[in-house]
Nanobody
Framework: VQLQASGGGLVQPGGSLRLSCTAPRDTKGTLGIAWFRQAPGNEREWISYISLVSGDPSYSDSVKGRFTLSRDNHENTAYLQMNSLKPEDSAVYYC???????????????????????WGRGTLVTVSS
């Protein structure tokens, strides 16, 4: 499954960006999409997850209340709306996908790298004045 990620850029502190992650429309089964981020010198960090079929998104404490993950299941796309951005949000952001054959399994939130079999190219987010 080839994931297409886009939407990074340079933004001032307090600003907003929206990232998107799109899977092919002919993807079999159900996909769960997560966003990770990796700042220089740091490990890749899980920040959010959503099933493309049903259920509510989940967030790490570092982004809860500022980031919103939503889906368009017709377009097989997950959108990460990032508001109130801080310099510490600067990182390369990666979307990751996990394929399921039962919808109910996609409602369990995987947070480790090893649980995802598909990755999009990273997109750089820089928060700076």
């Amino acid at each position: 499954v080839q994931l297409q990620a886009s939407g990074g850029g340079l933004v001032q502190p307090g600003g907003s960006l929206r990232l998107s992650c799109t899977a092919p429309r002919d993807t079999k089964g159900t996909l769960g999409i997560a966003w990770f981020r990796q700042a220089p010198g740091n490990e890749r960090e899980w920040i959010s997850y959503i099933s493309l079929v049903s259920g509510d998104p989940s967030y790490s404490d570092s982004v809860k209340g500022r980031f919103t993950l939503s889906r368009d299941n017709h377009e097989n796309t997950a959108y990460l709306q990032m508001n109130s951005l801080k310099p510490e949000d600067s990182a390369v952001y990666y979307c990751a996908g996990r394929q399921y054959w039962r919808v109910i399994d996609s409602l369990v939130v995987p947070t480790s790298l090893e649980e995802y079999g598909y990755w999009g190219r990273g997109t750089l987010v820089t928060v700076s004045s």
